[in-house]
């Protein structure tokens, strides 16, 4: 079975400072990974997925096959990344759950001034 | 991306009654999915809607609760049905897209007195 683990419910970090958000995961074959954030009153929208490497908002995550691990981090947090992320996996192409999405619980991540 | 519409955004239901969500996509998608957010809770997959064929409901899940109706490839509603105050959550919709990841309506907030 697919699983998702986010261990802290909770991140407050100051303006300026790293911040590095938690992902291990548990899945037998080739997983895609994805980062999703919920900004207050907005819909969850798309932040990362592995396969395209890119940086979003200054937000990076690599993927960690022997850790099983997708660390979400980000060198300077600012104020307006506070939100709701999570992390979620879907499994390969091919596959029976391929598509369907499972979540890990969830990171509040608040950002002070 | 994709764009969805979803309907309604929230209600309030009494026991018993059945409320019927629907997802609009902006254009054609082979696989649509329902999610439910329990109160403090994660996201966890309903079922996959199909078109043209029967809505496949994940480990918890009953189509004679959530019936799902898929009638052509752009939407899909989920109906909840004989409602409790444990059925009340946040339920999703969501698309994926082949270079976006998953693309998630707005969702619909239901409470149920």
């Known amino acids: 079975a697919q699983r998702v683990t986010q261990p802290e419910k909770l991140l407050s970090v100051f303006k300026g400072a790293p911040v590095e958000l938690k992902c291990n995961y548990s899945?037998?074959?080739?997983?895609?990974l994805f980062w999703y954030v919920q900004y207050s009153r907005q819909r969850l929208q798309l932040l990362l997925r592995h396969i395209s490497r890119e940086s979003i908002k200054g937000f990076t995550a690599d993927l960690n096959k022997g850790e099983t691990s997708f660390h979400l981090k980000k060198p300077f947090a600012q104020e307006e990344d506070s939100a709701m992320y999570y992390c979620?996996?879907?499994?390969?192409?091919?596959?029976?759950?391929?598509?369907?999405?499972?979540f890990g619980q969830g990171t509040i991540l608040t950002v002070h001034p | 991306s994709a764009v969805i519409s979803q309907k309604p955004s929230r209600d309030i239901c009494q026991r018993g009654t059945s409320l019927t969500i629907q997802c609009q996509v902006d254009s054609q998608v082979t696989m649509m999915f329902w999610y439910r957010q329990q109160p403090g809770q994660s996201l966890t997959l309903i079922a996959t809607a199909n078109q043209g064929s029967e809505a496949t409901y994940e480990s918890g899940f009953v189509i004679d609760k959530f019936p799902i109706s898929r009638p052509n490839l752009t939407f899909s509603t989920l109906t909840v049905s004989n409602m409790s105050p444990e059925d009340s959550s946040i339920y999703l919709c969501s698309v994926p897209h082949r270079f976006h990841g998953y693309t998630f309506g707005s969702g619909t907030r239901l409470t149920v007195v």
């Open positions: 899945y037998s074959g080739s997983p895609e």
């Open positions: 979620a996996l879907s499994g390969d192409a091919g596959g029976t759950s391929y598509g369907k999405l499972t």
